[in-house]
């Protein structure tokens, strides 16, 4: 079939590559509003809050699960929901600090899913005081933000088979945690988070 070059709609790079949503884009650069972004590794939860530039995006301030453990004494998992809620609200912390105290959120080509760790990472970075626009339907239930949906299964699986229990949660438990007491340790980690004095950090 031959196309006339009248007919024929180029499509960009990144957008070919999955990288970019330019519609997505145009409303963010129209609005000039700070933008979150975040990325799920197989390990790690990133995000970031950026300023677009004409000479490419600048990155504000940026907060990962990684930091949990050093900052917060966090032992559980780094890629579950508490970690994600965690990672915004650190994201939240700093920069409130540095002046930023809104934004609105940048998903790329991906699919926002209701409920998900980055709708946990969102109601964190909220929580902390950046101001992201978002319906309180999508956010995940209270309860899974601080892991009890993880206690209860942990709770069960540990009465039902000790063994799988141990080999499901081993790296959490050699970290010295208790997957069975995840409420618990999520709020002893956000108290850790709040206590920081970021107003003090470059």
């Not at 946990?120 to 319906?135: M, P, Q």
């Amino acid at each position: 079939m031959n196309f006339s070059k009248k007919n024929y709609s180029p499509i960009f790079r990144r957008r070919r590559e999955g990288k970019t949503d330019y519609r997505k884009r145009k409303g963010i650069v129209i609005g000039r509003s700070d933008f979150v972004t975040a990325a799920i590794s197989g390990r790690y939860i990133l995000t970031q809050l950026h300023k677009a530039s004409l000479n490419g995006d600048v990155t504000l301030c940026q907060s990962s699960s990684k930091e949990l453990s050093a900052l917060a004494g966090w032992n559980g998992s780094f890629k579950s929901l508490p970690a994600a809620y965690l990672t915004g609200y650190l994201l939240g912390k700093r920069s409130v600090a540095k002046g930023y105290d809104s934004a609105c959120f940048y998903s790329g080509v991906g699919r926002f899913v209701q409920g998900s760790r980055i709708a946990s990472l969102l109601a964190g970075a909220n929580d902390a005081g950046l101001k992201i626009a978002v319906g309180e339907e999508i956010l995940p239930d209270e309860t899974r933000i601080k892991g009890e949906h993880i206690e209860r299964f942990s709770k069960e699986l540990q009465e039902k088979d000790p063994n799988l229990f141990r080999k499901r949660f081993s790296q959490v438990i050699a970290s010295g945690f208790d997957p069975t007491n995840y409420h618990k340790h999520f709020e002893e980690a956000k108290s850790r988070i709040e206590k920081i004095d970021f107003s003090s950090q470059s």
